[in-house]
T-cell receptor, first 110, second 115 residues
Framework: DTAVSQTPKYLVTQMGNDKSIKCEQNLGHDTMYWYKQDSKKFLKIMFSYNNKELIINETVPNRFSPKSPDKAHLNLHINSLELGDSAVYFC?????????FGPGTRLTVT | QQQVKQSPQSLIVQKGGISIINCAYENTAFDYFPWYQQFPGKGPALLIAIRPDVSEKKEGRFTISFNKSAKQFSLHIMDSQPGDSATYFCAASPNYGGATNKLIFGTGTLLAVQP
């Protein structure tokens, strides 16, 4: 009965590869987000989708492309991975202002 | 430019003591102020939140104090327990009126409650 789930939990890959992270929420929320948490634990929003429509697109390299096939899913595809992409990526969903986070995906680029 | 400033960076409190974490913001358009608790290896979990029309909100051992004129808000954890040891983040977001809500996070406070 997990509310917001992400796969995989860990992702180790080499520079230059392309990878995807998947997110699903079963809360019935219309809005979903991707956040990045860096090595200093700083959390920053990357994208927000409402009912499959992109609403927030922060200054994120265009190597990052979110995709929302339906309002319960929001995936993140990353092209040409760089060392600086190593971080924990969190998916979240919201009802009005209350945001609920997934368990995170720790991405390590070597 | 850090829109939400959080202090201290780390905090050690004895069991049963009061933990206090402070945040300050600059953007007067912010009108929703949540606190999140994050345990190692987990996602942030919403703890308590406040809107600027009230000066205090209490839920169990957790209290938010809000000072609109000073643009500051703080989290007080009463009777702190070792299980409260975690990283705490304050956050803020602008006027909610649209379909989404952009949270701006503070830099986090690592709380350790000693038994």
């Amino acid at each position: 009965d997990t509310a917001v789930s992400q796969t995989p939990k860990y992702l180790v890959t080499q520079m230059g590869n392309d990878k995807s992270i998947k997110c699903e929420q079963n809360l019935g929320h219309d809005t979903m987000y991707w956040y990045k948490q860096d090595s200093k634990k700083f959390l920053k929003i990357m994208f927000s989708y409402n009912n499959k429509e992109l609403i927030i697109n922060e200054t994120v390299p265009n190597r990052f492309s979110p995709k929302s096939p339906d309002k319960a899913h929001l995936n993140l595809h990353i092209n040409s991975l760089e060392l600086g992409d190593s971080a924990v990526y969190f998916c979240a969903s919201s009802y009005r202002e209350q945001q609920y986070f997934g368990p995170g995906t720790r991405l390590t680029v070597t | 430019q850090q829109q939400v400033k959080q202090s201290p960076q780390s905090l050690i409190v004895q069991k049963g003591g009061i933990s206090i974490i402070n945040c300050a913001y600059e953007n007067t358009a912010f009108d929703y102020f949540p606190w999140y608790q994050q345990f190692p290896g987990k996602g942030p979990a919403l703890l308590i939140a406040i809107r600027p029309d009230v000066s205090e909100k209490k839920e169990g051992r957790f209290t938010i104090s809000f000072n609109k004129s000073a643009k500051q808000f703080s989290l007080h954890i009463m009777d702190s327990q070792p299980g409260d040891s975690a990283t705490y983040f304050c956050a803020a977001s602008p006027n909610y009126g649209g379909a989404t809500n952009k949270l701006i996070f503070g830099t986090g406070t690592l709380l350790a409650v000693q038994p």
